[in-house]
C-alpha cells in the first residue's frame, strides 16, 4: 500500500499532536508512582470528570468560544477533588503502617474506577456529549489540520510547562523531587510526606483532568470516555519506564507516532493496537525497566 | 509552635531516665540515665557495640523505649514518631549521610525548611534562603552549590549532612552520629567549628557520638561512656581517660 508523502506527513503530525496528550496523560500516572509508589487505577476517571467539567461549564456558561477558560476549571476542581480523594480513600492506607500498603492503595483505586464511573453512567446516561468546537481547521503548509485537535495539542505543552515549573522551581517542587528520591529521607528532614502525597495525587489526577478536558471536543464526552486514553497513558509509562519523566516524554511521543504510522501505512481500524505492539517489542528488549524506569522490585 | 512552654532552667534540655532497649536476647540498651544541660556539647563514647546508636535511636523516636522515659525539656517524648520529635526541637544525623543524591547542594540545605508544611509563606522563604547563604559561607560550600550532593567527596557530605539540621527553625537538641568518621582532618575542622558556632550563635545543644577520641576531647566539655548496654561512667575527658574502668572496657575484660 502506498501512501503520498503529504498524507504521511498530515498523520504524523497528528501523531506528533496526540503524543503531547499521551506525555500529559503517563506524567499523572508516572508522576503519582514516583512519590507514593502506587499506580493510580482510576487516571482514567478523572479524565472523564476533567471532560464532563469541560463540557458542563462550556454547554452551561462560557460557550464554545471560551473553551479555553474552562480547561483549567477542570484542572483545578479536580486537583482539589484529587486532595479529597486521597485524605479520604487513599492516606488510610498508608497511615497505618501495614505492610504492601502501596498494593492495598492501588486496589482502592480499582474501586473507585468502578464506582466514578457507575455514578457518572447513572447520572448522565451512557450518551457521548460534545462541548462542541468554533476553532477553524488549521493549514500548516499543504496539511489540513483539525482546529481542537491543535488547541489541545498547544494546551497540553502549556500544561507541561506548567509541570515542569511547579517542580522544578517552586519550594513544594523541592520537597516532591525529595520525596520521589527518598520518602524515609524526606520524612527523616522533618517534611510530612503524607501532605506531599496528598499534594502529589492531586497534580496527577489533575493532569489526566486537563487531558480529558483538552480532548472533550475531539474524543467526545462518556462515561467511559476515560478507557482508551489512559490505556495510552499506561502503554506510554510501560514504554518509558515507571517513575521515569524522561521516558513518559519519548513513549508519549512515541506512541503517538507509531500509531500515526500504523494508521497510515496499515489500517486506521486498528489505531490503538500498535501502540501495543511498541510496547510487547520494547518489553522484549528491556523487560525490567522500559526505556529509562528506574530498577525496583528485583527481589 | 509545637513546643511546650519551657519547664525552666533546673529541668535538663534532654534526658533520658533508666532507658533499655532489647533486640530479641541482645540488650542493647540497659538503665541507661543521661541528662543534657542546655547549651552544653556532650560527648558519647563507647566502644563498638556499647550502645550508642540504638541510644541515638530511641532518643530520637526511631524506636520506643522498652522502659523507661525520654524527656526534652521536661516532656516526654515516648509514643511520639521521629517527625513529631523532630518537630519539637530534637534532630539527629545518621552515620551514613541522607542526603539527596540527585539534589543540588543548595536543594538540599533549603528541603527542612518545608518541615513545616511545604506550602511557606513569603516570610518564612525569605527568612530560609538566608539562612541557607549563611550555612553556605559557614561550611564554605558556596561555591559548590549547583553541584549534586552525589558529587561530593565524603567529608563534604558530612558537612552538608550536619548543616542541613540548622535548617531548621527551632532546633534545640541535635544527636551527631558519628560526624567525623573517615573525614579529612580539613573537613572535620569546619563541622566542629559549625558545631561551635551555633552552639555559641543560638545556644543548640549537642550529642556527639564519636570514636575519635581528640575531637571529642577538643569539643566537648564533658563526656558519657558507655559500655555493654550500660552508661559506665560521665566526667570531663581528662577523668575518662584516667578511668580504669574505661580502658578496661576499651581494652575488653581481663586485658588492662
Same mark, same amino acid.
Given at each position: 500500500m502506498s501512501v503520498s508523502a503529504e498524507l504521511l506527513e498530515q498523520y504524523l503530525l497528528t501523531g506528533l499532536m496526540i503524543g503531547v496528550l499521551y506525555i500529559v496523560m503517563a506524567l499523572g500516572i508516572t508522576f503519582i508512582y514516583s512519590i507514593?509508589?502506587?499506580?493510580?487505577?482510576?487516571m482514567g476517571e478523572f479524565y472523564m470528570i476533567g471532560s464532563f467539567v469541560q463540557y458542563l461549564v462550556v454547554s452551561r456558561f462560557l460557550g464554545p468560544d471560551l473553551w479555553f477558560i474552562a480547561v483549567p476549571v477542570a484542572g483545578l476542581s479536580v486537583f482539589v477533588l484529587g486532595m479529597i480523594v486521597e485524605r479520604v480513600l487513599i492516606r488510610p492506607m498508608f497511615e497505618r503502617g501495614m505492610e504492601a500498603r502501596a498494593e492495598y492503595a492501588t486496589v482502592v483505586t480499582i474501586a473507585l474506577a468502578i464506582l466514578a464511573r457507575g455514578i457518572v453512567q447513572i447520572w448522565s446516561g451512557p450518551f457521548e456529549r460534545s462541548p462542541g468546537s468554533t476553532m477553524p481547521t488549521f493549514q500548516i503548509g499543504p496539511l489540513p489540520i483539525a482546529g481542537d485537535r491543535v488547541a489541545a495539542s498547544i494546551g497540553g505543552l502549556i500544561v507541561l510547562a506548567l509541570f515542569w515549573f511547579v517542580v522544578k522551581r517552586t519550594w513544594v517542587g523541592l520537597a516532591l523531587r525529595a520525596a520521589a528520591q527518598s520518602r524515609d529521607g524526606v520524612q527523616s528532614a522533618g517534611v510530612d510526606v503524607l501532605r506531599l502525597d496528598q499534594i502529589a495525587f492531586g497534580m496527577g489526577v489533575a493532569l489526566a483532568a486537563v487531558a480529558g478536558a483538552l480532548l472533550a471536543s475531539v474524543y467526545l464526552v462518556y462515561p467511559l470516555n476515560g478507557l482508551i486514553t489512559t490505556t495510552k497513558g499506561f502503554e506510554v509509562v510501560i514504554l518509558g519506564g515507571l517513575g521515569s519523566i524522561p521516558g513518559a516524554i519519548v513513549g508519549g511521543i512515541a506512541i503517538g507516532l507509531v500509531e500515526a504510522l500504523g494508521a497510515a501505512l496499515v489500517a486506521t481500524n486498528y489505531q490503538n493496537a500498535y501502540g501495543f505492539v511498541l510496547v510487547l517489542i520494547i518489553l522484549l528488549l528491556r523487560p525490567r525497566t522500559g526505556l529509562f524506569g528506574e530498577r525496583v522490585r528485583t527481589a | 509552635m509545637f513546643a511546650p512552654p519551657s519547664a525552666g532552667p533546673s529541668v535538663p534540655l534532654l534526658e533520658a531516665v533508666d532507658v533499655s532497649r532489647a533486640f530479641g536476647g541482645v540488650r542493647a540498651n540497659q538503665g541507661i540515665t543521661l541528662r543534657l544541660e542546655r547549651g552544653e556539647i556532650r560527648g558519647l563514647i563507647g566502644p563498638n557495640g556499647a550502645g550508642k546508636t540504638t541510644l541515638t535511636n530511641v532518643l530520637s523516636g526511631i524506636y520506643p523505649p522498652q522502659s523507661g522515659d525520654v524527656r526534652l525539656d521536661g516532656a516526654s517524648l515516648v509514643g511520639l514518631t521521629p517527625m513529631q520529635i523532630s518537630r519539637r526541637g530534637l534532630l539527629r544525623t545518621f552515620q551514613t549521610p541522607k542526603l539527596f543524591g540527585s539534589m543540588t547542594v543548595e536543594d538540599n540545605l533549603l %528541603?527542612?525548611? %518545608?518541615?513545616?508544611?511545604p506550602l511557606l509563606g513569603r516570610s518564612h522563604q525569605r527568612r530560609a534562603r538566608e539562612r541557607a547563604e549563611e550555612l553556605l559561607e559557614l561550611t564554605r560550600l558556596g561555591r559548590l552549590r549547583r553541584l549534586t550532593a552525589r558529587s561530593l567527596s565524603g567529608g563534604e557530605q558530612a558537612l552538608l549532612q550536619v548543616a542541613t539540621g540548622f535548617m531548621v527553625d527551632d532546633l534545640r537538641c541535635y544527636l551527631l552520629d558519628e560526624p567525623f568518621a573517615g573525614i579529612n582532618p580539613v573537613l572535620k575542622e569546619r563541622i566542629i567549628e559549625l558545631i561551635r558556632h551555633e552552639n555559641r550563635t543560638h545556644g543548640t545543644t549537642f550529642l556527639v557520638i564519636s570514636h575519635e577520641m581528640a575531637t571529642v576531647r577538643q569539643l566537648c566539655a564533658r563526656v558519657s561512656v558507655l559500655a555493654e548496654g550500660r552508661l559506665l561512667t560521665e566526667g570531663t575527658m581528662d577523668e575518662i581517660s584516667a578511668d580504669p574502668a574505661v580502658i578496661s572496657a576499651y581494652l575488653g575484660k581481663g586485658g588492662a
Open positions: 507514593m509508589k502506587m499506580t493510580n487505577w482510576a | %528541603l527542612p525548611a %518545608l518541615a513545616r508544611s
